[in-house]
C-alpha cells in the first residue's frame, strides 16, 4: 500500500553557513518540515508487511541529505527489538527513490492488522536530524486464501526476564522466504511484495540486506525493500548444473550445492560451486571425484571406487559397462570453517566430511561407521574420526554450522541410508531426531558429541539448527506427525522458551514446507 504524506513548511530561516564543495549541497541548510496525517493513495497495493511512504522533499533537503532512517515499534510487550533500517543519500539515489522533488521510502518490517508506529529520522550534512513519528495501519496477511493463524500455531513460554540473542527468523519455504520475529508475529513475506516469485522454492539464505533463492541455474535475489534481481550464475566445467538445498557463505563468495551433468551421466548432488553476486564462479569442489581420487590412490589395486561414488557414466558393479546416475551422496549442507580453512558437507546417504579449501584433500570424515563407505572401504576407515564413548555419530543428517567456540553443531536426523548398493549396509536406523554438537580434533582424527539435546520429536528429512549468544533455534521439517515445528531453546538448559507448529494440509498450498530456519540480524539495517 502507497501512503501519501505531505511536507508543510514553516518557513525558519537557519543562520547556519554550509560550504558549497559540490553539486550536492546547497547553500540554505533545510527548513524544518511537518509529515500530515496519513491519508492513502488510490494505486494501493496489496503489500501488508511493506508501506511506500511517498512526500514531498524540495531540492533544497533532497542535496544536503545525507541519510534517512525508519525504526518500526515493536508491539507493547513484545520481546523482539525494532526492525530498523538506514538509507544512504547514495542508496535512495541508486535505487531510484527520489525524483521531481518526491522521496519514496519503503518502510518494512510492519505487523499485519495493526496500526503500526514508524519513527522516521532525517540526517543532514551540517548535523541536523529531523524526527517524526507516523502511524501506519495495515490489513491482514492471507496466502491461498488462508491467514497465517490458520497455518502458525504458537506455544510462548517466555518470562519477563527472557532476553534472547536474536529477534528474527528466517522461514524457508518452497514458496519463497518469511520473517518470523521471535514473538510468533510475521513481519515479512517475499510473496507479499512479488506474488511471481518463489515458485518451489530449494535453496536460500540471507546474505548482504537480500535473500538469494532458486532451483535450476537461476538465483533469485530480493530486498526486503522489494528491489529484485535475477542472477544465472556460471556452470563452471560441467555442461549443466542445478541448485538443490542450501546456499552458505563461503571464504570469499557464496556456496551453492548443484547436481552437475544430465541424463546418464548427470551427477546427483555432489558438487558446490563458490560464487560472487553476479553468479562468476571463484571456485568448486567435485567432492565425487575428490573421493574417487582418494581410494584409488590409498587403496589396493583393484578397487573400484565408483562401487561407492555412483555417478552417472561410470561403471558401478565393475562389469565392464557405464551404469545410470544414483543418488549416493544427496549433499544437503555445505559451509566453510574458517578455523580450519576446510569447506565442510553433509551427504545424507554417507557422512560428514571436510576437505581443505584450497588443496581439496580429504581432512577427516565423521559418519556411522556401520555403512558401507566404512565397511568396505580401508582408504575411508583411515580417515574416520574416533567418536568418544556414548557418543552418536551423525546419521542422515542437515545443516551444519560451527558455532562460536569452534564445534560443529548439526541436525542430527536419524534416517538411515536409501541408495547403498544391493545387498551392502545402510546403516543403523534411528527413531528420534537429536540436536548433535561435536568437539573435533581434525589432526588427531578423534571427536566427541558434547551435547545431545531431544526433544521428543523424529524427523526423517529435511531440518536445521542455529544458535547465537546461548540461545539455540532448532527446524523440525518434517515431524512425525507431518507437521513442521520450529523452537528456540536455552543452550545451557535446553528448556524450550519458543515453538511454532506450521499445519500441513492439502489446502496450505505448500507455504508450510518450511524445511529450515535460520538466525537473521535486522535489527540495524544499512543501504549504503
Not at 513460554?157 to 520473517?179: A, W
Not at 515479512?188 to 532451483?215: R, V
Not at 555442461?239 to 538445498?245: D, E, K, P, R, S
Not at 527413531?431 to 558434547?450: D, F, Q, V
Amino acid at each position: 500500500m502507497k501512503t501519501r504524506f505531505s511536507i508543510l513548511f514553516l518557513g525558519l530561516v537557519l543562520l547556519i553557513a554550509i560550504p558549497s564543495c559540490s553539486d550536492d549541497t546547497d547553500e540554505n541548510p533545510p527548513v524544518d518540515v511537518v509529515i500530515a496525517p496519513v491519508t492513502p493513495r488510490a494505486e494501493s497495493t496489496s503489500s501488508v508487511f511493506t508501506e511506500d511512504v511517498v512526500f514531498d522533499l524540495p531540492a533544497g533537503n533532497w542535496n544536503q541529505l545525507s541519510s534517512i532512517t525508519f525504526e518500526v515499534a515493536p508491539k507493547n510487550g513484545a520481546l523482539a527489538k525494532p526492525m530498523k533500517a538506514t538509507y544512504s543519500k547514495s542508496a535512495l539515489q541508486e535505487k531510484g527513490y527520489y525524483s521531481g522533488g518526491q522521496l519514496t521510502l519503503p518502510v518494512f518490517g510492519l505487523y499485519e492488522n495493526h496500526s503500526n508506529t514508524v519513527s522516521l529520522s532525517q540526517s543532514y550534512v551540517n548535523g541536523e536530524v529531523q524526527n517524526h513519528d507516523l502511524e501506519i495501519t495495515t490489513g491482514n496477511y492471507q496466502i491461498d486464501g488462508h491467514h497465517v493463524d490458520d497455518i502458525l500455531v504458537i506455544t510462548n513460554n517466555y518470562t519477563p526476564t527472557t532476553e534472547l540473542g536474536f529477534s528474527y527468523i528466517l522461514l524457508k519455504t518452497r514458496k519463497g522466504p518469511h520473517v518470523l520475529d521471535v514473538d510468533g508475529e510475521l513481519r515479512w513475506s517475499a510473496l507479499d511484495l512479488e506474488p511471481g516469485l518463489g515458485g518451489n522454492a530449494s535453496a536460500m539464505m540471507y546474505y548482504g540486506n537480500k535473500f538469494i533463492w532458486g532451483n535450476s541455474t537461476i538465483m533469485q535475489m530480493i530486498e526486503l525493500d522489494g528491489n529484485v534481481r535475477d542472477v544465472v550464475y556460471q556452470t563452471g566445467s560441467f555442461n549443466q548444473t542445478n541448485l538443490h538445498h542450501d546456499i552458505t557463505a563461503g571464504r570469499d563468495g557464496i556456496l551453492l550445492e548443484v547436481t552437475t551433468g544430465q541424463g546418464a551421466n548427470r551427477h546427483f548432488q555432489n558438487t558446490v560451486f563458490e560464487v560472487n553476486e553476479n553468479g562468476e564462479i571463484l571456485k568448486e569442489w567435485d567432492f565425487g571425484q575428490i573421493i574417487v581420487d582418494h581410494i584409488n590412490a590409498n587403496s589396493p589395486i583393484g578397487q573400484n571406487p565408483h562401487f561407492l561414488v555412483q555417478d552417472g557414466g561410470t561403471d558401478h558393479d565393475g562389469d565392464g559397462n557405464t551404469d545410470g546416475p544414483v543418488d549416493w551422496c544427496h549433499m544437503n549442507s555445505a559451509i566453510y570453517d574458517a578455523n580450519t580453512n576446510t569447506i565442510i558437507i553433509s551427504s545424507r546417504e554417507q557422512f560428514v566430511m571436510a576437505v581443505g579449501y584450497d588443496d581439496k584433500e580429504i581432512k577427516w570424515i565423521l559418519g556411522d561407521e556401520t555403512k558401507h563407505w566404512y565397511v568396505n572401504f580401508p582408504s575411508l576407515q583411515a580417515l574416520s574420526l574416533s567418536l568418544a564413548a556414548e557418543g552418536k555419530a551423525p546419521i542422515g543428517q542437515h545443516s551444519l554450522t560451527i558455532d562460536s567456540d569452534g564445534n560443529l553443531f548439526l541436525f542430527n536426523n536419524g534416517d538411515n541410508s536409501d541408495n547403498q548398493p544391493a545387498g551392502e549396509p545402510a546403516g543403523e536406523q534411528r527413531t528420534e531426531s537429536y540436536l548433535s554438537r561435536y568437539s573435533i580434533n581434525g589432526p588427531g582424527l578423534s571427536a566427541e558429541e558434547i551435547q545431545s539435546v531431544d526433544l521428543d520429536q523424529y524427523s526423517a528429512r529435511v531440518s536445521s539448527v542455529a544458535e547465537t549468544s546461548g540461545y539455540i533455534l532448532a527446524n523440525f521439517g518434517l515431524a512425525n506427525d507431518g507437521h513442521t515445528y520450529n523452537y528456540i531453546l536455552d543452550r545451557n538448559t535446553e528448556e524450550i522458551l519458543f515453538m511454532t507448529r506450521m499445519q500441513q494440509d492439502a489446502t496450505d498450498g505448500n507455504w508450510s514446507e518450511n524445511w529450515h530456519s535460520d538466525i537473521i540480524d535486522l535489527t540495524d539495517i544499512r543501504y549504503e
